[in-house]
């Protein structure tokens, strides 16, 4: 099974200010077929589903504010808030699609300073 | 619109068994892989099973393996999963969720609302 790992398990940004979120994989999630990271990144605010940021490590799903951003390959990634706004406050999840068992990181705790 | 819905949540003792409902509207259900994903109180995500578009297939975690079956209806656009042999570790809410399809693979666009089962004496 691939494990996913977030670091940090939770974070306490400043309102307008940078924050980062890393996810790392025990195996490489880059297909050399079509050269495509098999990576997601998921919002989940209290007592509410979880909602899809970013795919393909670095695609913002539709609506997705442009603060969001993904990067990285292979096995490290990253989530980056550009200028952290108070509805951002919730847990992240990273999730690899690249096999079975589809597994997640453990999730990140992004709260106010 | 896609909508999820999950039903059949309830309290159920250890041993016991429960089947749990996913009503899709919205989208071409028949095209497309169906998954479970559960998370325990105050617990991250953790995915259970996922069915083939036909339903000719099928994984689990091994958590689950042996005890629950997942399962869909095309002609009524619902998925399931029989839940048997429960034990407290299975409480959770548990989300249905849309996968992939022949052009896109299996991250989660759309989720239900989830439904909590309870494992309790």
């Known amino acids: 099974d691939i494990v996913m790992t977030q670091s940090p398990d939770s974070l306490a940004v400043s309102l307008g200010e940078r924050a980062t979120i890393t996810c790392k994989s025990s195996q490489s999630l880059l297909y050399s077929s079509n050269n495509k990271n098999y990576l997601a990144w998921y919002q989940q605010k209290p007592g509410q589903p979880p909602k899809l940021l970013i795919y393909?490590?670095?695609t913002r799903e539709s609506g997705v504010p442009e603060r969001f951003s993904g990067s990285g390959s292979g096995t490290d990634f990253t989530l980056t808030f550009t200028s952290l706004q108070a509805e951002d406050v919730a847990v992240y999840y990273c999730?690899?699609?690249?096999?079975?068992?589809?597994?997640f990181g453990q999730g990140t705790r992004l709260e106010i300073k | 619109e896609v909508q999820l819905v999950e039903s059949g949540g309830d309290l159920v003792q250890p041993g016991g068994s429960l089947r749990l409902s996913c009503a899709a509207s919205g989208f071409t259900f028949s095209s497309h892989w169906m998954h479970w994903v559960r998370q325990a109180p105050g617990k991250g995500l953790v995915w259970v099973s996922r069915i083939s578009p036909d339903g000719s297939s099928s994984q689990y975690a091994d958590s689950v393996k042996g005890r629950f079956t997942i399962f869909r209806d095309n002609s009524q656009n619902t998925l399931y999963v029989q839940m048997n042999s429960l034990r407290a570790e299975d409480t959770a809410v548990y989300y249905c969720a849309r996968g992939g399809d022949a052009a896109r693979p299996d991250y989660f666009e759309y989720w239900g609302q989830g439904i909590l089962v309870t494992v309790s004496s």
């Open positions: 999730q690899q699609y690249h096999s079975t068992p589809i597994t």
């Open positions: 393909w490590a670095s």
